[in-house]
């Protein structure tokens, strides 16, 4: 059965760092492009950063330009998210996301870590 799995979420004070990693298993991670959505309370979940299967395309929302880094090691079947300089308004549930670079219909979520950015 396909895995994602989500850690690294916590409580953070204003202006912190945190670190998600998000491991994969049962699929051929190399060919998926990898992402990472939010969602906060009331909110509908939103795209944070994606990275291409092979790490030569980045994107990342406005609100975390600068901010956060995201990258991926295909050797290890794993993704990342570094956050820096993390804001109240970066509260919210983080979600891991793979979809096929080429078939369609082929996409697997995680089940979610929490990130609370509060003093």
């Known amino acids: 059965q396909v895995q994602l799995v989500e850690s690294g979420g916590a409580l953070v004070q204003p202006g912190g760092s945190l670190r998600l990693s998000c491991a994969a298993t049962r699929f051929t991670f190399r060919n998926y492009a990898m992402s990472w959505y939010r969602q906060a309370p009331g909110k509908e979940r939103e795209l944070v950063a994606r990275i291409s299967s092979t790490g030569s395309r980045i994107n990342y929302a406005d609100s975390v330009k600068g901010r956060f880094t995201i990258s991926r090691d295909n050797a290890k079947n794993a993704m990342y998210l570094q956050m820096n300089s993390l804001k109240p308004d970066d509260t919210a549930v983080y979600y891991c996301?793979?979809?096929?670079?080429?078939?369609?219909?082929?996409?697997?979520w995680g089940q979610g870590t929490q990130v609370t950015v509060s003093s």
């Open positions: 996301n793979a979809r096929h670079e080429i078939a369609t219909g082929l996409e697997y």
